[in-house]
Structures are given as structure tokens and as C-alpha cells.
């Protein structure tokens, strides 16, 4: 069976770019595209004058408002459409994303400010603590066309993971591949700052991360090429500039630990999922990250042992 790619729809302008977004991966990647519209149930009221009667058709009014929500969006007869229950949108999804085997799970963010801040808000956050599959952030002016796919690389697993993500997907949507890799380099306590010491510091800092970014294209899978930058100062920050031009989609690892992987955003990740300009899809650690379903990527483990 073909992966599925869960976007969680809400009628706003970034759930519709989500949605959008999702199906342009998921027609180069052969994926079906799910939209989900959570909806909490009635509580129930119990004690005197409590009537299951009218709960029942409170519960029934509620659902009817999220399958009317489902009506705005314009997609594809093929995009699937389902008004699904849960405690809160992140936890609806989340529940949602396990019980399909999701290859992806895509939101919507928005933007504020002259900056384009994107705030994530607590739906995406709270998906990424323990998400089963990439988690995709889309902001409401996103482009649908994906012709560069940026990653965030420093040389760790999650990274490295990331990476693995982006290259399949550049691949098999014929996009540029760009490696960006932040240094921040250290030079002997008291000369920090001065000038042919952190030059120095900072030329060597760039070469060592180059050549490490430079083994690890050589070590993706059909020679795929991608380019290699750079940039010196804080990651989040630094890559995040990078990325504003020229950029379609930022991929980025995060870390995962414990029995339900819940995801430890640390400062890059957090920083690039709430401020890039960009969508960013980031990599949980230890999650099931392949564009292939998870019975095909089993598979291929059994027939490559």
C-alpha cells in the first residue's frame, strides 16, 4: 500500500497551504493525501437533569460543523477527507498518524509582523513531542512548486537522518539539494575577537564543516549532487537567513528520546520551525522517516540483509 500523508485542516489559510503542500509531495512520491479536521466531543454532564439524548445530538452538531469545514477545502476528489475525534488537534493527529502508519504529518503556521515570524503555535509543537513521522510546517503564503530543498546539516545522527529524508525527496521531485551548515568558532579564552585569531578560527572552522558536508553528499545513495554552504554565527539564526531566498523547503533533524520518542526540540530545531521563512519538514530521531510505506521500507531492510 502507498504511504499516506496526513495534513490537519482547520479552514484557515496555512491548513489549506498545508494541505497543498502535502499533496505536491505526495503526487511525486506516489503517497495519498489524507485532510483531517479534528473535533472535540461534547462532555458529558453527569448527575441530575443529565440527558443522553441531548448529548448524542450535541455530539452529532459538533461533528456536522467539522465535516462542514471540510467542505471549504478545495482539493482534489483523491485528497481523502475525514472529521476524526480528539482531546485537541495535536493529539487527534498524532493518534490519527499511528493508526494509518503516516509517512508525514503536515500543519499549518502563520505569519506576524514585518519580520515573517512564523509562530508554530500548539498544535505543531505539541505534535512534535513524540510524533510517529516527519512533522511539515506550512506557513499560508508557501509556494506549491518545490525546486530547492535546503537541509540543516551538522554532521550528527539526526542531521545525517535528515539529510537521507531530503535527498529521496529531492530525487524524486528533480529539485536542487543544499546543504547548510552553521560554525561558530572558538578561539583562546582572552583573544577572543581579535582579528587574524578569529579569521583563522573561523576559516578552519568553515573548511572542517565543508568537508564534512562533502563526505556525506559522496555518501548518498545514485550520486546524487547538492551544493554546500556555510555560514558562520548561531545555527538557528544563521541557517534560517540562509534559507530565506532561494529556499522551498527546509528539512531538519530532531532529537528523540524514551519509549514514545517524544521529540526534544533544541535551539536550532525550534528556532527553524518557528522563524524560516520557508515550509520546514523536521526528522524525529528514531521515527519511521522514509517517503516508502512502512511495509516497502520493511522489506527492503529483509531483502538488503
Known amino acids: 500500500m502507498p504511504p499516506v500523508f496526513i495534513a490537519g485542516f482547520d479552514g484557515s489559510p496555512a491548513s489549506m497551504a ?22 472535540s466531543p461534547a462532555p458529558l454532564v453527569p448527575g441530575k437533569g443529565a440527558s443522553a439524548m441531548a448529548d448524542a445530538e450535541l455530539d452529532q452538531a459538533i461533528r456536522e460543523a467539522a465535516e462542514h469545514t471540510l467542505v471549504q477545502l ?76 535546503a537541509v540543516a546539516f551538522d554532521g550528527e545522527v539526526e542531521s ?17 539539494l543544499v546543504l547548510i551548515a552553521a560554525v561558530q568558532p572558538s578561539v583562546p579564552y582572552g583573544l577572543a575577537g581579535t582579528g587574524p585569531l578569529q579569521v583563522d578560527a573561523e576559516e578552519a572552522a568553515k573548511e572542517h564543516s565543508r568537508r564534512e558536508c562533502e563526505e556525506a553528499i559522496a555518501d548518498l545513495p545514485g550520486g546524487l549532487e547538492a551544493d554546500v554552504r ?55 530521531r528514531g521515527a519511521h522517516a522514509t517517503l516508502d510505506s512502512p511495509e516497502a521500507a520493511a522489506a527492503g531492510d529483509v531483502s538488503a540483509d
Not at 498545508?18 to 473535533?39: H, I, M, N, S, W
Open 74 to 149: 478545495h482539493e482534489p476528489e483523491h485528497v481523502q477527507r475525514r472529521a476524526i475525534p480528539g482531546r485537541s488537534a495535536a493529539q487527534g493527529l498524532h493518534e490519527l498518524a499511528e493508526r494509518e502508519e503516516a509517512g508525514l504529518i503536515a500543519v499549518g503556521a502563520t505569519h506576524h509582523g514585518t519580520a515573517g515570524r512564523i509562530v508554530l503555535g500548539s498544535v505543531g509543537h505539541r505534535l512534535l513531542h513524540g510524533a510517529p513521522c516527519p512533522v511539515l510546517v506550512v506557513p499560508a503564503d508557501a509556494s506549491d512548486t518545490v525546486r530547492t530543498i
Open 160 to 176: 545525517r537522518a535528515a539529510l537521507r529524508f531530503a535527498s529521496d525527496l529531492a530525487r524524486r521531485l528533480e529539485a536542487r
Open 18 to 39: 498545508a494541505v497543498r503542500f502535502a499533496r505536491g509531495l505526495a503526487e511525486a512520491t506516489g503517497a495519498d493525501v489524507l485532510a483531517a479536521t479534528v473535533f
Open 230 to 284: 556555510v555560514v558562520v554565527g548561531p545555527p538557528g539564526t544563521s541557517i534560517a537567513d540562509a534559507a530565506r531566498e532561494g529556499t522551498d523547503l527546509l528539512v531538519t533533524g530532531s532529537r528523540a528520546y524514551g519509549p514514545l520518542k517524544a521529540v526534544v526540540l533544541g535551539s536550532t530545531s525550534g528556532h527553524l520551525a518557528d522563524h524560516a521563512a520557508c515550509p520546514v519538514l523536521i526528522v524525529p
